[in-house]
């Protein structure tokens, strides 16, 4: 199959007008200009892009990861590839020693089966003084032991721990999780300038929601943020929904860091996708109004309920004069950053890589997506 549209996108480079060849599931050709042959799928104005990818992601569609049923991670996978999320990870949210291993237990399956690009445990080892929307009693110190025995019980399928690398034990901690194979992020973390470059020496190599949940800059202590932003080693995700940062901070932090070191997640939880009203996210009640998530009777951010394609529009729509350079750092920052922050192969469009795809209206509406080859929604279908 030869698809054309007026831009393709391929997360590294632009081509306008191009096209993409696919073949029994994977990326054959891709190129500017006119097809090799014929094309089977003429797209018009519309934007081809590489399939986004989601590694910060509680639930969507009424499903929640924490759950972990079928019936929920179907909810939540289905409602995110709908908006062009063709590769999600299954965020957890803190939680007692035994829930956490049934969770991962259950979730590895789906990692195993290709429905999930692996497992995200968002603590339980954060800071009681930044814990957003986490049960308070389930954080605690980190523990080897306990970090070994979750590790185990994921089968291999934990790619990101989250983690507040001022607590005692938080080095050690961190040495274990990328000894295991996974990527050691900080966040939730109350940590001084000093303790952050510690942990990013010790092997973190990601900062969660940055300037969310964290110990904010100060001019004689610049904290985590500051620490995140300078080390080449770290990329940093950002929440760019509209309510967890102001659009000026991720045209700042690009500016600074290259458009190389941004992920752009949605941390959205069950509600994504769906109407007002009372969720949970772990132990928590939650209450969502005019789509925003919070700790019912606070103040209190609770993720999010955007979807990609809403960051994305969003994103753009803030980046700048020009439109075209905002919406090629955007595709980047959704869908070879977050994959090489996790240490997995990047190829966006190009031979050899899955056929994972969305297209785009020139409003930056979804208007088809492609997973593996086979359309979930096909060009015209969502309209």
């Known amino acids: 199959m030869i698809l054309t549209a007026a831009t393709v996108l391929t997360g590294d480079h632009s081509h306008s007008p191009g096209w993409v060849e696919v073949d029994r599931g994977v990326v054959v050709g891709v190129g500017a200009g006119a097809p090799p042959g014929s094309a089977d799928l003429a797209l018009g104005d519309e934007v081809l892009t590489p399939g986004f990818v989601d590694m910060h992601v509680h639930g969507g569609g009424g499903g929640a990861f924490f759950e972990a049923t079928d019936e929920a991670v179907t909810a939540s996978v289905t409602l995110h590839r709908r908006f062009g999320t063709t590769s999600t990870m299954a965020s957890l949210v ?16 789906h990692v195993e089966a290709g429905e999930l690009i692996g497992i995200h ?19 605690r110190d980190p523990d080897p032991a306990e970090v070994t025995a979750l590790l185990e019980a994921a089968r291999g399928t934990i790619r990101m721990v989250t983690l507040a690398p001022e607590l005692p034990g938080a080095t050690e901690a961190i040495r274990r999780i990328v000894d295991g194979g996974a990527v050691a992020a900080i966040g939730h973390t109350d940590a ?14 990601v900062a969660t929601h940055l300037f969310n949940a964290m110990r904010p800059v100060h001019h004689r202590e610049p904290g985590p943020v500051v620490a995140a932003l300078e080390d080449p080693r ?4 950002l929440v760019t929904d509209g309510v967890h940062i102001h659009p000026a901070l991720h045209r700042l932090v690009t500016a600074d860091v290259g458009s190389e070191r941004v992920a752009l997640v949605t941390d959205a939880m069950a509600a994504a996708g769906m109407q ?15 789509q925003v998530a919070r700790v019912a009777g606070t103040d209190t951010i609770a993720g999010s309920t955007a979807t990609m394609q809403r960051l994305v529009a969003q994103t753009v729509d ?17 869908t070879l950053n977050p994959l090489r922050a996790l240490g997995l192969p990047a190829p966006g469009l190009s031979p050899g890589a899955p056929a994972d795809l969305v297209v785009l209206s020139p409003d930056l509406d979804v208007v088809g997506v492609m997973r593996h080859g086979t359309w979930l929604s096909a060009p015209g279908a969502m309209r």
């Open 94 to 109: 803190s939680d007692h020693h035994e829930v956490l291993v049934a969770q991962v237990r259950a979730l590895a399956d």
């Open 121 to 139: 445990l968002e603590g339980p080892w954060l800071s009681p003084q930044r814990c957003g929307a986490h049960e308070p009693t389930a954080l």
């Open 192 to 205: 001084t300038y000093e303790q952050a470059r510690a942990a990013i020496d010790a092997g973190a190599t």
């Open 234 to 237: 770290v990329t940093v995700e």
């Open 276 to 290: 007002d009203g009372s969720y949970r996210l772990g132990s928590l009640s939650v209450d969502v109004v005019d």
């Open 318 to 334: 803030h980046g700048g004069p020009d439109r075209a350079d905002a919406l090629r750092t955007t595709i980047r920052q959704v």
